[in-house]
């Protein structure tokens, strides 16, 4: 429903003077000062639940998934707004939501520059609307070739047993790849490894092929793993990982493998094709479900 959604809402907004990247990558360039502007919300009941989260947790989370668009366009933050639908039962969780967004605030220097609150019968709804600028050219999800390299940072998988609310986004490591490398193209890993690593092949007008013995798996993913989920079914399908997945020219991506400049591991799993889908490398390479994520499915 939701990539149905964007396409629709695509289809019928017009050509824009005031952007330079209009809906369907990770946020907007305003084409006068080239803002980089993105807009995330975290639903109570879809995204966490206040009888199993702590609201500091899902303030830090609102603000994370936010600075997470931030850095697949390899921008860095600049303000915040926030915007609350508090539940009229529950509105002391208003501060404990802010001292779980202040700390990484501070740490990205962001300013919390306003927002809008509202008290209601429903449960809560955190929206967070960021801006950024891009140091250099922002890192766009259209621009990978085929046969470029699949490169991603971190593992994947597990991420329900706390890393969705406790990870970091990768906002110097895109902006240090960005600068001192070439890169394509780029997505962050929210809503799974396989969905996501198809939403940048299809926007780049390719097809991927993912090598599924190359994929770094978490070692939640291996603990959470049971008998109706793998650890590589997590790996590919879990979401809320965050992690880059970057389409690299094939001489940068084997300089970037050898010499490791990122603290975290970059990792090559794939390759970029002329034929549209996802594949399972193989001899010939096998048609591969995109699992993940989405609103309303």
Not at 28 to 55: I, K, W, Y
Not at 74 to 90: E, G, N, S, T
Not at 94 to 105: I, N, R, S, V
Not at 211 to 223: F, M, V
Request: net charge negative; proline share 7%.
């Amino acid at each position: 429903m939701e990539i149905e959604f964007i396409r629709a809402l695509r289809n019928r907004l017009p050509p824009s003077p005031h952007l330079a990247i209009g809906p369907g990558d990770d946020a907007a360039v305003l084409r006068e000062d080239g803002a980089v502007v993105t807009c995330d919300m975290l639903c109570e009941g879809t995204h966490f639940s206040l009888e199993n989260d702590a609201p500091a947790a899902v303030g830090r989370k609102a603000m994370a998934v936010n600075l997470s668009d931030l850095a697949a366009m390899a921008a860095r933050p600049v303000a915040a707004f926030l915007a609350v639908a508090l539940p009229r039962h529950r509105v002391e969780v208003a501060d404990q939501l802010l001292e779980g967004m202040l700390p990484l605030a501070e740490q990205f220097n962001v300013a919390v520059a306003g927002g809008d609150t509202n008290v209601w019968d429903g449960p809560l709804v955190v929206s967070v609307t960021l801006i950024g600028r891009c140091p250099d050219q922002p890192l766009l999800r259209s621009g990978a070739q085929a046969g470029d390299h699949l490169l991603v940072t971190g593992s994947f998988g597990g991420s329900q047993s706390g890393h969705q609310f406790e990870f970091t986004p990768r906002i110097e490591e895109a902006i240090y790849l960005q600068n001192r490398h070439q890169l394509h193209a780029g997505i962050d890993c929210s809503d799974g490894l396989s969905l996501d690593s198809s939403r940048l092949g299809e926007e780049s007008g390719c097809g991927v092929v993912i090598d599924l013995d190359a994929i770094p798996i978490s070692a939640a993913a291996k603990k959470m793993s049971d008998t109706t989920k793998t650890p590589l079914a997590r790996a590919l399908g879990d979401g809320e990982d965050f992690e880059l997945i970057l389409a690299v020219p094939p001489t940068e991506a084997e300089t970037l493998i050898s010499t490791q400049p990122l603290e975290t591991k970059l990792t090559r799993i794939g390759t970029f094709i002329d034929r549209p889908g996802l594949w399972q490398a193989g001899d010939p390479p096998k048609p591969l479900a995109a699992s993940g994520y989405e609103h309303g499915a």
